[in-house]
């Protein structure tokens, strides 16, 4: 179904997750990681806000907090993914089948 290059992740340059300019892949990997563990600490934290009837306010907010994080990273991949495997897939003549694949991975992220 996906055309990941070996190897996985491969280089960012994502504005979104200010990691400078170019990094490389163990970097990447690692501040990925980081996010997602952040993440589940919010997660976490919103489980505990439910056992412990927090007000329903404060854990939409969370909630809606946790969600944007969230979309942080899948925004840093598709950056990455768009400039080195998109770009790649163009160089090696087979774009409309790339294009497709982003295609369909957006209508699926923004759902």
Known sequence: MTNMPLGGIIRLTTSAMNWGDRVTKEEEKKKIVQRLKRIEGQIRGLQRMIEDDKYCVDI???VTA???ALDKVGLALFEGHTRHCLIDAIK???SETAVDELMDVITRFIK
């Open 60 to 62: 939409l907010i969370q």
């Open 66 to 68: 946790a969600r944007a």
């Open 92 to 94: 090696d003549d087979q």
